[in-house]
């Protein structure tokens, strides 16, 4: 469930500019939080999966619903955050995980 709580950052970073931090365990915390969050949005900019879905929105035109068919593994965090921010942009999209054949 290690993608889900990618998507959650973001909620998170707001949630935490709305409390006090006095708490220095809170606030070693925020910053481990941030910097994870960071370096996820980096290396999505990145990931083939996310450079796909840019080349494919290109070529559309008006509103979309963009569907997903992929193998739930260690890259899907960075292709959740691509997805995320295509319906940010008011894009409707839709994942379907489907089990990785093991040989």
């Avoid at 889900?4 to 709305?18: D, E, I, P, Q, T």
Wanted: overall charge positive; glycine content about 6%.
């Amino acid at each position: 469930m290690r993608f889900c709580s990618l998507l959650r950052c973001g909620c998170l970073k707001v949630n935490w500019a709305n409390r006090q931090n006095g708490n220095e365990v809170v606030q070693k915390l925020k910053e481990l939080l941030e910097f994870e969050f960071e370096a996820n949005q980096e290396a999505a900019k990145k990931h083939p999966a996310t450079l796909a879905l840019a080349k494919a929105v290109k070529c559309m035109q008006g509103p979309a619903v963009i569907t997903v068919v992929s193998s739930v593994d260690d890259d899907s965090g960075a292709l959740l955050l691509a997805l995320e921010r295509l319906s940010e942009k008011g894009y409707s999209t839709v994942m379907v995980g489907t089990e990785r054949n093991k040989l």
